[in-house]
């Protein structure tokens, strides 16, 4: 079973073509972490929303990610960090073409 996590917060930018550039770093660090498998970045400039959406190997991996992540993120100054943790039931997934396995 893998485990997905849904952070979300507010951020004022930047968003976009701007968004990527500024973290190119920070999503190929990402690829090291521990039992992470995939991230899908998310982003609303209109509420000044950004997140993402991770899928990793096991609970515990998800649970040790977003307590660094939420340090990371209060080093830059974020707070408001919205960050939930759920198990993935393969087989609705696969019917809908979710990306897992």
């Given amino acids: 079973m893998t485990y997905v996590v849904q952070v979300d917060f507010t951020m004022n930018g930047p968003f976009g073509d701007d968004m990527a550039e500024a973290f190119a770093d920070l999503a190929t660090s990402i690829n ?3 039992g992470f498998i995939w991230k899908i970045w998310t982003e609303n400039p ?3 929303e950004a997140g ?9 991996s ?3 990610y977003v307590e660094m992540h939420t340090k990371r993120l209060a080093s ?3 707070t408001d960090v919205n960050a939930k943790i759920f198990a993935v ?3 609705l997934t696969a019917i809908n ?4 396995k």
Avoid: L, Q, S
């Fill in 89 to 91: 039931n393969y087989t």
């Fill in 46 to 48: 209109e509420t000044n």
């Fill in 52 to 60: 993402g959406i991770y899928n990793f190997e096991t609970k515990e």
């Fill in 76 to 78: 830059f100054g974020i």
């Fill in 97 to 100: 073409k979710g990306p897992v």
């Fill in 32 to 34: 090291e972490e521990e």
């Fill in 62 to 64: 998800a649970e040790k």
